[in-house]
């Protein structure tokens, strides 16, 4: 018996946020595979005779290389079980979802895939709609650092466009980032990072394009966090308040103007 | 008593790829909007006394205008009740989700969001990662059709970059879209067309940008549909499958000519 492989996606942090097919299927596992961005409750739904397997990186222990994660799927499938890996946010976006699939086939290993909330949605928990209504018609997610851990040429091609961009893997590109929209003129465009999104000790701030490294400089936000880029951040709360003391400020210095 | 609005996301198809939270949510409303993306069963959640209103268009019938679905939802709130906005797929891509929660707080109504699973994460269920190590950096989602009902621009843009692209309500641009890509010298570029996803009845085909829209001609899938086009789109297996057959006329016409 060839056993199964179903990949399920966690969601982007709240455990409630797992989809109700992830939760059933989690109740239906042998092994689950587990990281780091799945939050442990989730391990609630797995059968208490399930064997339970962490396979993500910790303080001080490096994290399990994917061709070993392939391996320890394909072996604990070939034993005749249903393995579930659980996958923080979806399992097809920077999340190496369908190389595990493909892997776990070339051994004859039924597989299976729920979706995920993925954490590219986060933005609009917190008042950035990924879009707006006349204000853009699309987003661009970028993974800032790319597989050598340089800056993704894609950041500089978004940074132009008129998308909102999402910036994963960039708060170690931050500076960079800033810089990109400063050289091109684009250095108020508001900005936002979003860390532990959705979680109880979820963080966001805000500012411009310019200025969010400098504000992250003194918040030092935790990982995981993302950086949101574009004129619908502009539509969140923040920026009106920061409009109307503005236009305040301003009425004030007029009036003090004719005064004098 | 002001009542309360609770965005909720839907998902993209399968009743069961509904949030857990989004479930609960359900269960606790007086009042449920829904549209027509939203999948019947998820109704079975609701309690058998509250009030299920139906916003969304149906053959013959104009939708209910947004303006008309932002009054009626305050109306119930004022009046005390919990009223919950069912929407397909997340509320906050493509979704005037922002928009209903402003508008009931300028009336002072508690309002909460639960995120849904949006129909950009379709591509992964069937087998198509929007993003592949080594492959792509980035994805860039874009609306092809803007408020005007024009091809938004942000299309020309994202069809020149690396990104792997999703094209939301853009079957009636099929045309044009393959236009650019063949403009541009990119007209082989892999595509995918994918039809009512994760739903029972979901289909899906493959092709090329240059040719995806002749395809779509023969097949007329049904809508609501996305397209996808990328070079992360050629990591399905129906390309492999195409290489292989390629090779294998290729290797059959070298030894004909050999026969010669």
Redesign the interface.
């Known amino acids: 018996m060839k056993g199964k492989l179903t990949l399920v ?1 966690a ?2 942090g ?1 455990p ?6 992830g ?2 299927v989690l109740g239906t596992a042998d092994v689950v595979l587990y990281d780091a961005l799945t939050h442990p409750d989730l391990l609630d739904y797995v059968k208490s005779n399930a064997e339970v397997i962490f396979v993500g990186k910790r303080a001080g222990k490096h994290a399990m290389l994917q061709e070993e994660i392939n391996e320890l799927i394909v072996a604990k499938a070939l034993s005749g079980k249903h393995v579930v890996r659980l996958k923080g946010g ?5 999340a ?4 595990e ?1 493909e892997y776990a086939e070339t051994f004859g290993i039924t597989t299976a ?6 954490s590219i ?5 917190y ?8 204000i853009n ?7 800032a650092t ?2 050598n851990g340089m800056l ?3 950041v500089q ?2 940074a132009q ?3 909102t961009c999402v910036f994963l893997m960039g708060m170690n590109k931050l500076k960079e980032i800033s810089k990109i929209y400063l050289n091109i003129g684009k250095g108020k465009t508001p900005a936002a990072i979003i860390s532990r999104g ?1 979680l109880e000790d979820g963080q966001i701030i805000f500012g411009s394009a310019a200025n969010i490294y400098a504000k992250q400089s003194i918040k030092k936000l935790d990982t995981p966090a993302m950086i949101v880029i574009g004129a619908s951040v502009g ?1 969140h709360e923040y920026f009106y308040e920061k409009m109307k003391n503005l236009s305040f400020f301003n009425a004030k210095t007029n009036n003090q103007r004719k005064n004098e």
């Open positions: 996606g969601g982007p709240d409630e946020l797992i989809s109700v097919k939760a059933k979806d399992p097809f976006v920077f190496h979802g369908k190389e699939l895939a729920v979706l995920g909330i993925s949605n986060l933005p609009g928990f008042g950035i709609p990924l879009t707006r209504r006349g018609e699309s987003f661009w997610v970028v993974t790319n597989k993704s040429p894609d091609l978004a466009s008129n998308a959705s539509t």
